[in-house]
């Protein structure tokens, strides 16, 4: 089975989660139809994403300010301030684990959505929400860890394609400021893809005017999917 046999189907309108006052319409995989990790593959090179087991595009009308973004390792170069926190972060312990429940992991989770997402649509946090939000059933995901000590600073969410890997979601402690652990979670998987011969880290949606999507620019050169094609932008 390919992407080419699953079936899609749009919400209704429902508020934009990036843009203020602004109207949207998701376009979703039939859930009832099988998914695996090829076939995510195949829909990652056509901008979709994974919310838990669903697999989802923006479809809106009149709207294309979701564009998905994806980091080309082979030509990827940190900035200066890049391998600042490569070093400053360098003490770190790393262990890649499978997608397991784990009280500490959950216990970061909801301190950092507490914390930094309260006005957002994944506050307040709940044990079934991390799971529907953060794992599949059908999909390669792992769960990397990033311990100073005993102490577990940051968590990343990431999804092994068959081209790359898939940077699904990252949470830390928020009182760790000075590590800017979300940026070196991205410098490690891009790491990761390099080490594994992998020539893709895809980051998702960046959209122009949402501030808390303009870190994703400082990864570059990146490729943007613009109508049905990935373009370098250095």
Not at 127 to 150: H, I, M
Not at 151 to 169: F, K
Request: with cysteine.
């Amino acid at each position: 089975m390919s992407a080419s046999a699953i079936k899609f189907f749009t919400t209704a309108t429902h508020a934009c989660s990036y843009l203020e006052e602004k109207q949207a319409i998701t376009l979703f995989a039939d859930p009832e139809s099988e998914m695996t990790p090829a076939i995510y593959s195949e829909l990652s090179e056509l901008g979709f994403r994974r919310s838990g087991n669903y697999v989802y595009r923006p479809q809106c009308r009149g709207c294309r300010a979701c564009i998905s973004v994806r980091v080309p390792v082979a030509l990827f170069t940190p900035k200066r301030n890049q391998k600042r926190c490569w070093k400053g972060n360098r003490d770190l312990q790393i262990r890649v684990l499978p997608p397991e429940w784990n009280e500490e992991h959950y216990a970061l989770y909801a301190r950092y959505i507490s914390e930094r997402h309260r006005s957002g649509d994944m506050y307040p946090p709940t044990p079934r929400q991390y799971r529907e939000f953060l794992t599949s059933d059908w999909s390669s995901t792992v769960f990397v860890e990033f311990r100073s000590g005993d102490r577990l600073l940051a968590l990343a969410v990431t999804d092994e394609l068959a081209d790359g890997l898939s940077a699904v979601y990252t949470f830390y402690d928020p009182r760790e400021t000075w590590r800017s652990l979300g940026t070196y979670a991205i410098l490690w998987q891009i790491a990761e893809c390099r080490r594994r011969g992998l020539p893709y880290l895809f980051l998702g949606y960046w959209v122009r005017h949402a501030e808390r999507m303009s870190y994703k620019t400082q990864f570059r050169p990146l490729e943007l999917l613009i109508e049905g094609e990935w373009l370098l932008a250095r």
